[in-house]
């Protein structure tokens, strides 16, 4: 089994790896209604999408490839295909708390504050999806804390 991936009930989940724990469940799945986007935008290895500090308007779904998160140059996550990332830009509205650079080519669909919050009220899987991947970095980020 490597760190992307872990069988659950015989269905193959991916997983947001954290230091020391290999393997780690994602609650709630993958994110799959942009997987055939025609809107995905690419970007090439080491293209900044966002950088700390800049103005947010949008969150992004990892369509294909990797992208790296990090904070003052060290790297805090990395994001897969099917999962999410600058959401808390749409919730708080505050500046970008991290840079997200791409480790590979890689294409992600953008998501403005309409387009989410119409997601959220009629599709309520989306909102579920997202919910997890927050409650699981948060419980990532908190088990970094105790070790």
Not at 74 to 89: D, H, K, R, T, Y
Request: charged residues 20%; neutral net charge.
């Amino acid at each position: 089994m490597d760190a992307k991936s872990a069988v659950f009930n015989g269905a193959s989940w991916p997983t947001f790896p954290t230091p020391g724990r290999v393997g780690y469940v994602r609650s709630m799945g993958r994110i799959t209604l942009f997987q055939y986007s025609k809107d995905a935008v690419e970007f090439k290895a080491g293209q900044v999408i966002f950088n700390r500090g800049d103005p947010a308007a949008h969150l992004y779904v990892v369509v294909d490839g990797e992208i790296q998160i990090e904070i003052n140059g060290n790297l805090v996550g990395s994001v897969f295909p099917g999962e999410a990332f600058g959401e808390m830009a749409l919730i708080d509205r505050v500046p970008r708390s991290a840079t997200a650079i791409a480790k590979v080519d890689s294409r992600v669909v953008a998501i403005d504050e309409r387009r989410f919050l119409f997601m959220v009220a009629e599709t309520p899987n989306f909102a579920l999806q997202l919910m997890g991947t927050m409650a699981d970095r948060l419980r990532a980020h908190n088990d970094r804390l105790v070790q």
